[in-house]
């Protein structure tokens, strides 16, 4: 199957290469080593490559963001164009279409790649600085404006993207052109040079991984001074920008969401390398503060507008949710790094939670249209866009679709992991041999998976099953025999053996419809509820009940739900189809206000169905809501 | 009981003189000729004189709001403090104090009006033109950022506050200076002139009222050519600004809350002297809009904090409400400009709404701190300040309670209106006698009015008594007969006769509690009811209720209600008392999402105490909420 001459197992082009990270519970496995060969995750990246890659390419010359490298290095005479931050969607495109070429090597998205790269690199100053704003005439105001001007966290993309594309090719050129800068960075900023940190966290992860790549000392410990040096005023001070307390005492997740969750992902990157438990226990402090209180039910984190930011605890709304589509893929690189660093499940379980909801809905299903706002209910005024003037959100959500064959695995000493379900045929390096383990699942519509494991050699090692905290119940077997063992939701179930070629690992997870409500201060859920089913958020929305308006709806307490798989709606999905009742709002006519006893309202008993979030907003524009009215059934007198 | 030498006979200080408007159908009452002698209004406007205006004055001071003036007129040399639009804050302050003048020659209050008044006209240039920061090395940018740089909304508030002058006090000098600016703008604006409108309107209703005072038609011509070229693009063209479509074709109330609302004043003062039935037409249609779906309960406006604007239909968000302080008085400014258009008692309901709720929790008891945002829902962060750096909202709560008595009273060919209640000593002029009208009620504690006529040898006219929209049953007496004709809601009952010295009519509106729910659009008041007695909107604080989160709360679908007067309680109030129950919450300890079957509550019987929303917030911090939960009892099954 894995023929010979085979690329993949040369580059390893990992996203967080934890492999020699000392306080790292977990190693990532290469993104080239997971082949998908499922109907979810595989057609999304096949669109990625025909389309999202070349149709952003064609929207970075367009919007002249290429000519912005090219007006820096010379070769033409014309003004900068768009935000002074618009290099670091370039490099996220470099990102996104390197992993790419680490599993494939289209040479469309070859050439696309190369031709960028050299337009980065003759942009780069001959003393490594490179920004393609702060040149010519604004030249002499490089590093004088940190908290507002982007230039650390241009920089910090440029680095990962150069990182990306050298793992998946093993070219060095573009990886020159940002340890050439970095080193130009660790020249400018640490202890007895310039004081300063970011306005917008990123360059941290980024000097992390280089230092990965190089060993470089001086970028980890530059990351580290970014992350201490926090919190003392240096970009004003701000809760927005993380700036008012330092990292190891914050204790409530605050800011520009996208900030403070990048921020985190650096400080999880330096523990990893440094075991400053200090840090990991900010950490943990933080993502509980999140999880429990300020996290939308997709994943989608940072509910406020203004700012893009966290509101207070349980401040969710639902209308005016921001949710910002690099917020939620940011969720998933946090999550992952936490994961690495602990193996615990609760962080796969909201890496899970982001990746298929909050994050996936940012880009449309034909590959091309992209929320950057992501409410969880709408009148149908909410569009994706082909582009944003900040355009943020496109190329990180393809930099993340791009990467996903890498969340599947990881290996410790004790063996192999198993966080994600799709199928797919892996090679895994374990202790220097190999384990191949073919997962085959209809995941995330069936909570049904078998995993064949092939050991190749290798002797007794564990298989970590992640058994997710959505699972009321999971039955594990072993060649058709139950394991030992009770198969725990928000853990792993270890097993471990001598494994022989062909062993089969089963997975049943439960897979029923979840009827969830929120904590009773998030204002908006109040007599509503979420159907979720498998890591699935879903949401009613117009065009597939029409009849009444979908915001008139109500569940009914005691529904029974029928599942339905559409395998030409939407990419194929699973519908949910609900019984309750939809409610005739005529009273309300012309009226905002009434009292009490003249509003009542008729019911009339109707079924309807709900899709995935992520699906939403496909088809004509129309009303949609996640959380869905039903009567509150969860009070009891005492 | 009026005295000889009676200075407020001869000052006439409406806030609209509409009275030689021919197309308006009430004409005000001088606010001095109304003198309260209530326990709920005229201890406000005692603290206004005594505390808010006094403070005022030092914070203009302190902010060197007045030294700009100063520094304009070259006596300091200084830097240009604080905002572009900082005059306006003085020019707010100056028409509050001038209100005031009207009705209480109070002699400190007086210097420190004359004092201001000599500082601006100080810095008047002599072609007119007068904005302290477009001064020295700012002049040549004058009129060159229309949309951004509010000189014509601050050239209104000059404008408004130099009118109020004139009225209270008689002088002209202050007048003139206005005059002369608006002779410069003239010269200016119009057609074959510079084409242009304000990104703040403002100066429209100035300009009427200017014309008003001095019938110089070029003023009445300004406002309708700044109404006329809206929407044109001249500003932008955003909704934001409301410059995305003429004024006549709008169709749905939007963009920034203030601005929107202030130039819908301005359209109706053009109306009112025009006839201009188009502007009426649209006028209508915007605040049919606005009142059926984008008000809060408590008058508040404008929803959203990016651009301090509207949201969508039913986008009424209570904890993130915006509800600018400012918004709320243009609502009053708004709805009176109606009402005095058309006699419509609709408008007077809104009008009070707004004043008694919405406005009026803009200003804390103490006079002295004031809310910008107004939410309606919190959890105990968001407190009174003494100030803001943009402090449009503390003057302009400021000349809306000193301007109070003139709401209570109009005129018409047929008689006296009667629009708000509170004891009161009013003598009214009407067809050139005067009636004398004497309220005694406790007013809005309770729905007995009694009003005590003494026509001052007048024969036969009519009194128009408001019966507002809130109360379920009316009776009116005459000399303790009831009257013929029913009392409709939301209508003026007109009663005409030949009056006698000494005639009393009785209103007595019956004022329970109203249980109150919205639109099942409005998501976060879902099961959900506000309570209502009487104009005044109630909230739970958590002061008042010690033993539970008052977000815990839920309000007993069959309470019984007591009501309860509390002289000493936030400077006299009645506290409505519910029957309900409190929620034990703490199975969501930790917990932001949960299955509907694992979070089953129980509910603990108890009684709670709620406040008028207008007093919250004066006492220890804690959550509060105006839409307290109730199951839902508004369905019915068919």
Same mark, same amino acid.
């Given at each position: 199957?894995?023929? $010979?001459?085979?690329?993949?197992?040369?580059?390893?082009?990992?996203?967080?290469?934890?492999?020699?990270?000392?306080? &790292?519970?977990?190693?990532?496995?290469?993104?080239?080593?997971?082949?998908?060969?499922?109907?979810?995750?595989?057609?999304?990246?096949?669109?990625?490559?025909?389309?999202?890659?070349?149709?952003?390419?064609?929207?970075?010359?367009?919007?002249?963001?290429?000519?912005?490298?090219?007006?820096?290095?010379?070769?033409?005479?014309?003004?900068? /164009?768009?935000?002074?931050?618009?290099?670091?969607?370039?490099? /996220?495109?470099? !990102?996104?279409?390197? %992993?790419?070429?680490?599993?494939?090597?289209?040479?469309?998205? !070859? $050439?696309?790649?190369?031709?960028?790269?050299?337009?980065?690199?003759?942009?780069?100053?001959?003393?490594?600085?490179?920004?393609?704003?702060?040149?010519?005439?604004? $030249?002499?105001?490089?590093?004088?404006?940190?908290?507002?001007?982007?230039?650390?966290?241009?920089? +910090?993309?440029?680095?990962?993207?150069?990182?990306?594309?050298?793992?998946?090719?093993?070219?060095?050129?573009?990886?020159?052109?940002?340890? /050439?800068?970095?080193?130009? =960075?660790?020249?400018?900023?640490?202890?007895?040079?310039?004081?300063?940190?970011?306005?917008?966290?990123?360059?941290?992860?980024?000097?992390?991984?280089?230092?990965?790549?190089?060993?470089?000392? #001086?970028?980890?410990?530059?990351?580290?001074?970014? =992350?201490?040096?926090?919190?003392?005023?240096?970009?004003?001070?701000?809760?927005?920008?993380?700036?008012?307390?330092?990292?190891?005492?914050?204790? !409530?997740?605050?800011?520009?969401?996208?900030?403070?969750?990048?921020?985190?992902?650096?400080?999880?990157?330096? %523990?990893?390398?440094?075991? *400053?438990?200090?840090?990991?226990?900010?950490? $943990?402090?933080?993502?509980?503060?999140?999880?429990?209180?300020?996290?939308?039910?997709?994943?989608?984190?940072?509910?406020?507008?203004?700012?893009?930011?966290?509101?207070?605890?349980?401040?969710?709304?639902?209308?005016?949710?921001?949710?910002?589509?690099?917020?939620?893929?940011?969720?998933?690189?946090?999550?992952?790094?936490?994961?690495?660093?602990?193996?615990?499940?609760?962080?796969? *379980?909201?890496?899970?939670?982001?990746? %298929?909801?909050?994050? @996936? #809905?940012?880009?449309?299903?034909?590959?091309?249209?992209?929320?950057?706002?992501?409410?969880?209910?709408?009148?149908?005024?909410?569009?994706?866009?082909?582009?944003?003037?900040?355009?943020?959100?496109?190329?990180?959500?393809?930099?993340?679709?791009?990467?996903?064959?890498?969340?599947? %695995? &990881?290996?410790?000493?004790?063996?192999?992991?198993?966080?994600?379900?799709?199928?797919?045929?892996?090679?895994?390096?374990?202790?220097?041999?190999?384990?191949? @383990?073919?997962?085959?699942?209809?995941?995330?519509?069936?909570?049904?998976?078998?995993?064949?494991?092939?050991?190749?050699?290798?002797?007794?090692?564990?298989?970590?099953?992640?058994?997710?905290?959505?699972?009321?119940?999971?039955?594990?077997?072993?060649?058709?025999?139950?394991?030992?063992?009770?198969?725990?939701?928000?853990?792993?179930?270890?097993?471990?053996?001598?494994?022989?070629?062909?062993?089969?690992?089963?997975?049943?997870? !439960?897979?029923?419809?979840?009827?969830?409500?929120?904590?009773?201060?998030?204002?908006?859920?109040?007599?509503?509820?979420?159907?979720?089913?498998?890591?699935?958020?879903?949401?009613?929305?117009?065009?597939?009940?029409?009849?009444? *308006?979908?915001?008139?709806?109500?569940?009914?307490?005691?529904?029974?739900?029928?599942?339905?798989?559409?395998?030409?709606?939407? +990419?194929?999905?699973?519908?949910?189809?609900?019984?309750?009742?939809?409610?005739?709002?005529?009273?309300?006519?012309?009226?905002?206000?009434?009292?009490?006893?003249?509003?009542?309202?008729?019911?009339?008993?109707?079924?309807?169905?709900?899709?995935?979030?992520?699906?939403?907003?496909?088809?004509?524009?129309?009303?949609?809501?996640?959380?869905?009215?039903?009567? *509150?059934?969860?009070?009891?007198?005492?």
């Amino acid at each position: 199957m894995f023929g $010979k001459g085979v690329f993949w197992l040369k580059a390893r082009c990992v996203v967080v290469d934890s492999s020699q990270s000392p306080y &790292s519970r977990l190693k990532p496995v290469p993104i080239e080593s997971v082949k998908l060969k499922d109907d979810f995750w595989a057609p999304r990246v096949k669109t990625l490559v025909k389309v999202t890659l070349p149709t952003q390419y064609e929207l970075l010359e367009e919007t002249g963001r290429l000519d912005n490298f090219r007006r820096a290095a010379g070769k033409v005479r014309t003004d900068f /164009k768009g935000f002074f931050f618009n290099d670091s969607d370039v490099y /996220k495109w470099v !990102e996104a279409a390197s %992993y790419v070429l680490a599993f494939n090597r289209d040479s469309r998205i !070859e $050439k696309m790649v190369n031709s960028v790269i050299e337009e980065i690199s003759d942009a780069q100053d001959d003393d490594g600085y490179l920004n393609t704003y702060f040149v010519f005439e604004r $030249k002499a105001e490089r590093w004088t404006n940190l908290r507002d001007m982007h230039e650390l966290y241009c920089a +910090g993309h440029l680095i990962q993207a150069a990182i990306a594309h050298h793992r998946a090719t093993g070219e060095r050129m573009f990886l020159d052109v940002a340890v /050439k800068f970095a080193r130009h =960075i660790t020249g400018v900023f640490g202890p007895g040079k310039m004081l300063g940190v970011p306005g917008h966290p990123e360059i941290e992860m980024a000097l992390v991984e280089l230092y990965r790549v190089t060993h470089l000392e #001086a970028f980890l410990n530059l990351a580290r001074f970014f =992350i201490d040096n926090r919190g003392c005023g240096l970009v004003g001070g701000s809760v927005e920008l993380i700036d008012h307390r330092p990292f190891r005492e914050l204790e !409530e997740i605050v800011g520009h969401a996208v900030r403070s969750i990048y921020l985190n992902c650096g400080a999880a990157d330096v %523990y990893m390398e440094t075991g *400053d438990e200090t840090l990991l226990r900010a950490l $943990k402090r933080l993502w509980v503060n999140m999880t429990r209180c300020k996290m939308y039910v997709t994943g989608g984190l940072g509910s406020r507008y203004v700012g893009e930011a966290f509101g207070e605890n349980y401040e969710l709304p639902n209308r005016r949710a921001y949710a910002e589509t690099c917020a939620a893929v940011a969720n998933v690189m946090w999550n992952w790094r936490m994961l690495l660093a602990t193996g615990d499940a609760e962080y796969a *379980d909201v890496m899970e939670l982001s990746l %298929y909801n909050g994050a @996936l #809905a940012g880009i449309g299903l034909d590959g091309k249209s992209y929320f950057y706002i992501n409410p969880l209910a709408d009148r149908g005024r909410h569009r994706r866009q082909r582009w944003f003037e900040c355009a943020c959100c496109p190329p990180n959500i393809a930099r993340l679709i791009a990467s996903v064959p890498g969340y599947f %695995y &990881s290996t410790s000493r004790e063996g192999v992991w198993v966080h994600l379900y799709a199928s797919n045929d892996a090679l895994i390096e374990l202790n220097g041999r190999h384990v191949r @383990l073919v997962q085959e699942t209809n995941y995330p519509w069936s909570g049904h998976v078998e995993v064949t494991v092939y050991p190749e050699g290798l002797s007794e090692f564990s298989i970590f099953l992640r058994i997710p905290g959505w699972s009321r119940d999971a039955v594990v077997a072993l060649n058709g025999k139950p394991v030992n063992g009770k198969p725990e939701p928000a853990h792993y179930l270890e097993l471990r053996r001598r494994w022989e070629e062909g062993d089969v690992i089963s997975v049943d997870m !439960e897979m029923g419809v979840d009827v969830l409500k929120s904590h009773p201060h998030v204002l908006e859920n109040r007599c509503r509820v979420a159907l979720k089913r498998g890591p699935l958020v879903y949401c009613v929305e117009q065009t597939d009940n029409p009849g009444h *308006d979908v915001w008139d709806l109500m569940l009914s307490p005691d529904s029974s739900f029928k599942v339905e798989y559409k395998p030409d709606l939407l +990419g194929g999905v699973v519908l949910i189809h609900c019984g309750g009742s939809a409610a005739d709002t005529s009273v309300w006519t012309g009226r905002l206000y009434l009292r009490v006893e003249d509003c009542v309202m008729n019911l009339k008993p109707t079924r309807f169905t709900a899709i995935p979030y992520y699906a939403w907003a496909n088809r004509e524009p129309g009303p949609m809501t996640v959380w869905i009215p039903m009567l *509150d059934t969860g009070l009891r007198n005492r």
